[in-house]
């Protein structure tokens, strides 16, 4: 259900014109994908924790890099960035 | 064992108060239902309820056999994959809403030199700014599990989150999932830490001042239709230029 309440918060916002990236558990992308999102990330870790493990600060830095990277490089509404890293504990 | 009942989604428990019938035997369909707002209550594992039997079956004698081999070689990495692989199935499909196109919105200005905002639906709000939460003040995280049918019927509250508060200040009410994870830090979900220190790299030019975050486990025609496109002129009158969000 956040997942598609956060779909309804894209589309408005986008549809104000400002640019949205969602990083999101790939677990949930058949739910989302038919709103038709501008830009989401999808990361293959559990529900619950969409950027990483608790106090995994690399794993999490880096899914927010790649969602802000998509801000800059989408160029149409649709894009999907699936990141393959598995779920892991914090080194 | 029972057979296959009908596909039923997830979250349409009865809120907790459903207990087994003791002068019944426990149909294996009653069970992995009764972790989703059941007697069993446990959110990381409501997924349950959505898988039909047979499949619900085969993720216990799986999980099982991999807490034996676990045991064995400590490698726990295959008991979160196969979590995980029964999450997905259990969220395969459309949901309620399906579009045939969607907005686009171009950056205006290059990442490094924009105020980038932060919204998530992890129901994270600020120490002493507790919102109120279906018209009570208090909701604690055990009443908000127990009434989660009437989170679903009711708009959400919209927290503001200052981006420099401490981590030891944030607090999260929210009866849709496992606050296990972002109870122990709340970087998995709401990376306020982490967006403070991109920000210092220059990776884009400013945090905006406050962070957003609601209850995602809301009425969705409200939201869509009348709280959404509010929200968003809020972000625009703060001038926030673009938008990362976060669901959980």
Known sequence: MCHVSVGHVARAIEAAGIPTVVAMSRVFLERVQPMRLPRVVVTRHLMARPLGAPHDAERQTSVIRAALGLLESATANGALLELPEAYRLAP | ?248
């Open chain 2, 1 to 248: 064992m029972t057979s296959s009942a009908p596909k039923p989604s997830i979250g349409t428990g009865d809120g907790g108060t459903q207990q087994p019938d003791a002068s019944q035997p426990e149909s294996f369909t009653a069970f992995k239902n009764s972790f989703a707002y059941g007697s069993r209550t446990d959110l990381l594992f409501k997924f349950l309820k959505a898988l039909p039997d047979d499949e619900a079956a085969d993720f216990f004698k799986e999980l099982l056999l991999k807490v034996g081999a676990t045991l064995d070689d400590g490698d726990w990495s295959r008991l979160a994959e196969h979590i995980y692989a029964y999450n997905e199935r259990s969220y395969a499909g459309p949901g309620q809403f399906a579009y045939d196109d969607g907005p686009f919105a171009p950056m205006t200005k290059p990442l490094k030199d924009s105020r980038l905002g932060l919204l998530t639906t992890t129901g994270h709000f600020v120490e002493g700014d507790k919102p109120e939460m279906l018209g009570e003040k208090d909701m604690s995280q055990e009443e908000a599990v127990r009434r989660i049918q009437d989170f679903l019927r009711a708009p959400p509250t919209l927290s503001m989150i200052p981006c420099d508060t401490p981590r030891e200040n944030l607090r999260v009410v929210h009866g849709g999932y496992d606050t296990r994870a972002v109870q122990a830090d709340p970087n998995v979900a709401l990376p306020l830490e982490r967006l403070r220190e991109l920000a210092a790299t220059g990776l884009f030019g400013e945090l905006a001042p406050e962070a957003f975050s609601f209850t995602g486990a809301c009425a969705q025609l409200p939201l869509r239709n009348k709280l959404a496109p509010q929200w968003a002129e809020i972000l625009k009158e703060r001038q926030i230029d673009a938008m990362l969000l976060v669901p959980v």
